[in-house]
């Protein structure tokens, strides 16, 4: 079975611009989590969607924005970027259900390397 | 409050056992986690633990709790030089939101 899977890997933007990433995640996974690694951090968590709504949000701006589609895929996207914004952008799934099971693990992606010059 | 806190560095022999610890502060913790991150790579899942657990063992690896001092540490036996990497501890809280919180990462060299 694949793994979770992001696009594009690596990414180069200018301040200002916007930017969109893209995450699959593995099949029968509903849940998926966006979490930003800066260089030499620990990744931060920043949004958790499940059936295609919003679970949770870290402390980002409002700059940052997600959503969820029908597939269980889920597009992370940044406006007016700021060279802060430079980061390892990971997307992680799981396979979160509304029972009782309480299921736990969250399988990361290799991440999009996101440069903002 | 929600911190996640590991050393820096750490540097073994090939062969020698490698303990990687962190402290955690939020005692609503449910699971803690050990993730590997190897250079440019995403976080690979390596072992967890329930909160009402002291210890759990998998292979080569050890995962030790104490929840009094909220302590965690992943012990290696044998550490190869493939197991140099940046390890990660993590906790979720049974919270809401169910997120990670994850500490800054203990690099981990292995000599031959």
């Known amino acids: 079975d694949a793994g979770v899977t992001q696009s594009p890997t690596h990414l180069i933007k200018t301040r200002g611009q916007h930017v969109t990433l893209r995450c699959s995640p593995i099949?029968?996974?509903?849940?998926v989590s966006w979490y930003q690694q800066v260089l030499g951090q620990g990744p931060q968590f920043i949004f958790q969607?499940?059936?295609?709504?919003?679970?949770g949000r870290g402390n980002f701006p409002d700059r940052f924005s997600a959503r969820q589609f029908p597939n269980y895929s889920s597009e992370l996207n940044v406006n007016a970027l700021l060279l802060g914004d430079s980061a390892l952008y990971l997307c992680?799934?799981?396979?979160?259900?509304?029972?009782?099971?309480?299921?736990?693990?969250?399988?990361f992606g290799p991440g999009t390397r996101l440069t903002v010059l | 409050g929600e911190d996640v806190e590991q050393s820096l560095f750490l540097s073994v022999r090939e062969g020698d056992s490698s303990v990687i610890n962190c402290t955690y502060t939020?005692?609503?913790?449910?699971?803690l986690y050990w993730y590997k991150q190897e250079p440019g790579a995403g976080l690979q899942l390596l072992t967890y633990?329930?909160?009402?657990?002291d210890m759990k063992q998998d292979q080569r690896l050890t995962v030790l709790l104490n929840k009094k001092d909220k302590h965690l540490s992943l012990r290696i036996a044998d550490t190869q030089t493939g197991d140099s990497a940046i390890y990660f501890c993590?906790?979720?809280?049974?919270?809401?939101?169910?997120?990670?919180?994850f500490g800054s990462g203990t690099r981990l060299q292995v000599q031959p």
């Open positions: 992680a799934s799981s396979r979160r259900t509304s029972g009782a099971e309480r299921v736990h693990e969250q399988f």
């Open positions: 099949s029968g996974h509903k849940s």
């Open positions: 969607y499940y059936e295609k709504e919003e679970r």
């Open positions: 939020d005692s609503s913790s449910t699971y």
């Open positions: 633990i329930f909160s009402n657990m």
């Open positions: 993590a906790e979720r809280l049974d919270t809401g939101r169910r997120a990670l919180t």
